[in-house]
Nanobody, 125 residues
Framework: QVQLVESGGGLVQAGGSLRLSCVAS????????MGWFRQAPGKEREFVAT????????YYRDSVKGRFTISRDNTKNTMYLQMNSLKPEETAVYYC??????????????????WGQGTQVTVSS
């Protein structure tokens, strides 16, 4: 059973930056496709970014391209999300997720088997 723990959320002003971390345990991290999702109050959970097991393949939702960077360190069982130029509308709980194999439907929350508890990101205007 894989456990995921996010950290790094907080309060930041618009235009600021945060780096989220997700530490995995209980599985072979290097074999997992990892993803970041977010959910704002009253809204559905939405895809943010994903990384293949090697980190060679990454994909982003259009609205964060050029501002967010997903990365991973398989030696530390850790995935990161560097978020720059944050906007107030990106206030949400950010979740990390994992699945054992790559899926072409990486943008769908339902294809991920494991989830963290989430970390709150609040962007003030």
């Amino acid at each position: 059973q894989v456990q995921l723990v996010e950290s790094g959320g907080g309060l930041v002003q618009a235009g600021g930056s945060l780096r989220l971390s997700c530490v995995a345990s209980g599985g072979t991290f290097s074999r997992y496709t990892m993803g970041w999702f977010r959910q704002a109050p009253g809204k559905e959970r939405e895809f943010v970014a994903t990384s293949s097991w090697s980190g060679d393949n990454t994909y982003y939702r259009d609205s964060v391209k050029g501002r967010f960077t997903i990365s991973r360190d398989n030696t530390k069982n850790t995935m990161y999300l560097q978020m720059n130029s944050l906007k107030p509308e990106e206030t949400a709980v950010y979740y990390c997720a994992a699945r054992q194999f790559w899926s072409p439907n990486y943008y769908l929350s339902g294809v991920y088997n494991y989830w963290g508890q989430g970390t709150q990101v609040t962007v003030s205007s």
